[in-house]
């Protein structure tokens, strides 16, 4: 009489569950990355490619410190967040079913959700990476020059600052220029029509600042500068004084 030995098939060990979760994570990328890079091969569906690696991307920007996007990152990123799902399901009869579809379901939801909240804060950071990158170059700078050029003229004329920026304009109908109105710089300003420029008259000294108007591309570019003719910029309002010098005069 032969006695079987019954061997249990199962379960996968570990390690090979890892491997082939792996391996079917990559595969299941692949059609996506196709679509992600030819978009008109999607048969009518768009951007189904840059959907799936929505996450991926989002998590790569966010991290990135010059704001581009990394592709080996995104794709990194991608691979692990499509690994874990897939790993629950290669896995699945080491718990019940409905155990296995409630993870799967409940991750692809967190995924989902958090991708959506976290794309806001990530043009926010790609939007201050920006305009961290090229905050000398902004064209406020020559209206803040001009500004500042004017109001030390101002100063040496009529003996102190202006009350208000007002002051530093042509008279009416070509009136004689005084103290109102001093005929140094026109307004409006080249750049007032993206940016908020505030004044404010300190004793002997005064305080101007440059904001970017909310929904015209320049909300991260906050500029400050006094008598010193010193202009300082930082992508955050409240510590615009102590950012970086953009322009000095000496």
């Not at 009529?158 to 109908?173: N, T």
Request: hydrophobic letters at 40%; glycine letters at 8%; aromatic letters at 12%.
């Amino acid at each position: 009489m032969c006695y079987g030995t019954h061997v249990e098939r199962t379960k996968i060990h570990p390690v090979g569950a890892v491997i082939l979760a792996l391996i079917l994570a990559i595969l299941i990328e692949i059609p996506f990355a196709i679509l992600f890079v030819v978009p008109h091969l999607g048969f009518g569906v768009p951007g189904g490619g840059t959907l799936f690696f929505a996450p991926g991307l989002v998590v790569s920007k966010l991290l990135s410190r010059t704001g581009s996007v990394s592709i080996v990152g995104a794709v990194t990123v991608q691979t692990i967040l499509t690994f874990i799902p897939v790993f629950w399901l290669v896995t699945w009869k080491r718990r019940r079913p409905l155990s296995t579809l409630a993870r799967v379901f409940g991750f692809s939801i967190v995924v989902i959700a958090a991708t959506a909240i976290a794309s806001p804060l990530e043009r926010r950071h790609e939007a201050r990476v920006q305009a961290a990158q090229i905050n000398g170059k902004s064209p406020v700078l020559s209206s803040i020059q001009r500004l500042n050029g004017s109001l030390a003229f101002f100063k040496k004329r009529y003996r102190q600052y202006p009350d208000s920026l007002s002051q530093l304009d042509f008279p009416p109908d070509q009136a004689e220029v005084d103290e109102q109105h001093a005929g140094l710089i026109q307004f409006p300003l080249p750049m007032q029509d993206f940016f908020n420029f505030t004044y404010t008259r300190q004793g002997s000294s005064y305080d101007l600042r440059a904001d970017g108007k909310p929904g015209q591309g320049w909300e991260q570019y906050h500029y400050c500068t006094d008598d010193s003719a010193a202009i300082h910029f930082d992508t955050n309002p409240q510590k615009c004084k102590q950012g970086k010098i953009v322009f000095s005069p000496r």
